[in-house]
């Protein structure tokens, strides 16, 4: 299977909506729900759960482009970019995340 930019018409994406719309929707649902969660945190709590989602979205993106980031430095990097304790691991200024 092709990520999407493989493809030659990449910029002609087409898709059927009656398919998305259920699991689309399902989703509106429960990010709701997670966002409500988070609300009822303490700031301190919203910040760190801010960066846990931050590091796995940056690592996800990297593994797509087929690259292997180091996750206690990116977790550093986004603790040291969110004013958080520097968090796990070394902080390695050759692989700050820009975020």
């Known amino acids: 299977m092709k990520?999407?930019?493989e493809r030659?018409?990449?910029?002609?994406?087409?898709?059927?909506?009656?398919?998305?719309?259920?699991?689309?929707?399902?989703?509106?649902?429960?990010?709701g729900k997670l966002l409500g969660q988070v609300a009822s945190l303490d700031i301190k709590?919203?910040?760190?759960?801010?960066?846990d989602v931050l590091v796995e979205e940056t690592i996800r993106t990297a593994e797509?482009?087929?690259?292997k980031l180091n996750r206690d430095a990116v977790r550093s990097s986004?603790?040291?970019?969110?004013?958080?304790?520097?968090?796990?691991?070394?902080h390695d200024r050759n692989r700050v995340i820009r975020v």
């Open 8 to 31: 030659k018409e990449w910029f002609d994406f087409k898709c059927n909506e009656a398919v998305l719309l259920k699991p689309l929707s399902e989703l509106r649902v429960l990010e």
């Open 64 to 67: 797509i482009e087929g690259q």
């Open 78 to 90: 986004v603790a040291f970019k969110l004013g958080l304790p520097r968090g796990v691991g070394p």
């Open 45 to 51: 709590l919203e910040t760190e759960a801010q960066a």
């Open 3 to 5: 990520y999407i930019w």
